[in-house]
């Protein structure tokens, strides 16, 4: 089983720029498709990016789409997460996890979690 440790929170203006990197551990990387979530303040998790083994195939929340990539570096085991243009309301714990289709945005249907990354977006 795969280990996720997520980086590159913090604390941006709106407008600006982070990337998210999530290490993960052990030898079974490139079995997994990788996804990033987010979670706010009071509301539940919910799905933002998910990337195939191999990178072809992306999928993203329509929150996300033409501001967030999603890529994965399988030599290094990262997966990264680009945000550009960030809103206030992009304002989360981001979480990075592993699972088996990048098509299931549903949080119960991923198999390893990291332990989250906040960032935090300044109007």
């Known amino acids: 089983q795969v280990q996720l440790v997520e980086s590159g929170g913090g604390l941006v203006q709106a407008g600006g720029s982070l990337r998210l990197s999530c290490a993960a551990s052990?030898?079974?990387?490139?079995?997994?498709?990788m996804g990033w979530f987010r979670q706010a303040p009071g509301k539940e998790r919910e799905f933002v990016a998910a990337?195939?083994?191999?990178?072809?195939?992306?999928n993203y929340a329509d929150s996300a789409k033409g501001r967030f990539t999603i890529s994965r570096d399988n030599a290094k085991n990262t997966v990264y997460l680009q945000m550009n243009s960030l809103k206030p309301e992009d304002t989360a714990v981001y979480y990075c996890?592993?699972?088996?289709?990048?098509?299931?945005?549903?949080?119960?249907?991923?198999?390893?979690w990291g332990q989250g990354t906040q960032v935090t977006v300044s109007s």
């Open positions: 996890a592993a699972g088996t289709t990048v098509a299931l945005i549903a949080p119960t249907l991923w198999n390893t």
């Open positions: 052990g030898r079974t990387f490139t079995r997994y498709v």
């Open positions: 990337i195939s083994w191999n990178g072809i195939t992306t």
